[in-house]
């Protein structure tokens, strides 16, 4: 069945650093790949995503890359900030109509 | 605020009790989903609903049973409950058909105890 693994599970950074998540996927009819940002008591929010025909997409401090071959996509958070500290997940959505997400990276900024 | 409305926010009963959570999705929005959260576990697909017919499904058990209302609005079911129950159910609705792909408006969730 379809699968998402993420990883790494927890990542600490310094802030200003730059942190990385990476995700893979099983299902090759995947066309849609967003990421949610999941702040302690709160709700999943959308904070970026790409398409399939795409390879990669920035918005301002975040960026996403895609590479489609090898079924890997990537969350990229540039210069930091504790405000930037959650859980993360990752999650690929196929043409069945299911979005499937990752295990989630609990993403730490340290001032 | 998602525009989202899922109740209760908090509920607490014991195993082999039933359960009713609801939501109300955004206004417009024809498809709502359903997802298990448990502690240290990552968003775990249930089921979705397109204008009151289910569309996918996912590892949902079949003590578990949802359905969606032509006002739109969707009722998980949870009987026989088990311990391992306990989580916070989010769901989620959105404007784009099923099979199509869009952002995900999530509920606060409801988070459910079993003792």
């Known amino acids: 069945g379809e699968n998402v693994e993420q990883h790494p599970s927890t990542l600490s950074v310094q802030e200003g650093d730059s942190a990385v998540i990476k995700c893979t996927y099983s299902d090759s009819a995947s066309n849609y790949f967003p990421w949610y940002k999941q702040e302690l008591g709160k709700r999943p929010q959308l904070i970026i995503d790409?398409?399939?025909?795409?390879g990669e997409k920035k918005d301002q401090r975040i960026a996403v890359t895609l590479n489609k071959t090898a079924k890997h996509f990537s969350l990229h958070i540039t210069e930091t900030q504790p405000e930037d500290s959650a859980v993360y997940f990752c999650a690929a959505h196929n043409q069945g109509g299911k979005l499937i997400f990752g295990q989630g990276t609990e993403l730490s900024v340290k001032p | 605020d998602s525009g989202v409305t899922q109740t209760p926010k908090h509920l607490i009963t014991a195993t082999g009790q039933r359960v009713t959570l609801r939501c109300s999705p955004r206004s417009g929005d024809l498809s709502v989903y359903w997802y298990q959260q448990s502690l240290d576990q990552g968003l775990q697909f249930l089921i979705q609903?397109?204008?009151?017919?289910?569309?996918a499904k996912g590892n949902i058990l079949e003590r578990f049973s949802a359905q969606q209302f032509p006002d739109l609005h969707s009722e998980l079911n949870l009987s026989s409950l088990e311990l391992g129950d306990s989580a916070l159910y989010f769901c989620?609705?959105?404007?784009?058909?099923?099979?199509?792909?869009?952002?995900?408006?999530f509920g606060e969730g409801s988070r459910l105890t079993v003792l």
């Open positions: 989620a609705s959105s404007v784009v058909p099923a099979g199509n792909t869009g952002e995900l408006f």
């Open positions: 790409i398409r399939s025909n795409v």
């Open positions: 609903y397109y204008n009151g017919e289910e569309r």
